[in-house]
């Protein structure tokens, strides 16, 4: 099982290996396809973002940020974006990066977490989010551009903390 541990500067290359193929895919994110390894990574550690990474026997295998969805009056709702390696797909690194999240937003203070674009065709992702008590509290239509499949949908989930 993966552990998740804050990351550090010392991270930057495994993490842009994870995100690099990921954001050059083009089909789960709104980022980018073309950005280099310093533009997603002056992204992922934005002001504001908390950097986490999953690991496992030592390895980097997923990295996840949080940060408050909004200011102001929308600062009690967190958001967060995560990654895992195409190697440690299917191996439940988003599930325990996702309850980490969770856990560790409460103890911020958080009351929801929200994600604002949860590409409709990312399936896996929405039906993890959903086993995780995320609910469909909103659709955009034809928000975003597939790379393959032309126009789609965008979510936007939201839970309760």
């Known amino acids: ?25 083009g089909e789960t994110y709104a980022l980018p396809r073309d950005w280099s390894r310093r533009q997603a990574l002056d992204y992922w550690f934005s002001d504001g973002h908390e950097v986490f990474v999953a690991e496992d026997s030592g390895d980097v295998i997923g990295c996840y ?8 009056g929308g600062a009690h709702v967190a958001n967060c974006g995560y990654v895992t390696s195409a190697v ?27 994600f604002n674009f949860v590409v409709s065709t990312n399936e896996r ?3 993890l989010w959903r086993r995780l008590g995320f609910d469909i509290v909103g659709t955009i ?13 965008a979510l936007v989930m939201h839970r309760r903390l």
């Not at 191996?91 to 009351?111: I, N, P, W, Y």
Request: aromatic share 6%; charged share 20%.
């Open 125 to 127: 992702a929405v039906k």
């Open 65 to 72: 940020y949080l940060h408050a969805n909004q200011r102001g």
């Open 88 to 114: 440690a797909s299917g191996r439940g690194v988003a599930t325990v990066m996702c309850e980490h999240s969770l856990q560790h937003a409460k103890d911020r203070g958080f009351l929801a977490m929200q």
């Open 141 to 153: 239509p034809k928000a975003f551009e597939h790379p393959r499949l032309g126009f789609v949908d």
């Open 1 to 25: 099982m993966p552990t998740v541990r804050p990351a550090t500067s010392a991270d930057a290359d495994a993490i842009w290996s994870i995100l690099e193929p990921v954001l050059h895919a």
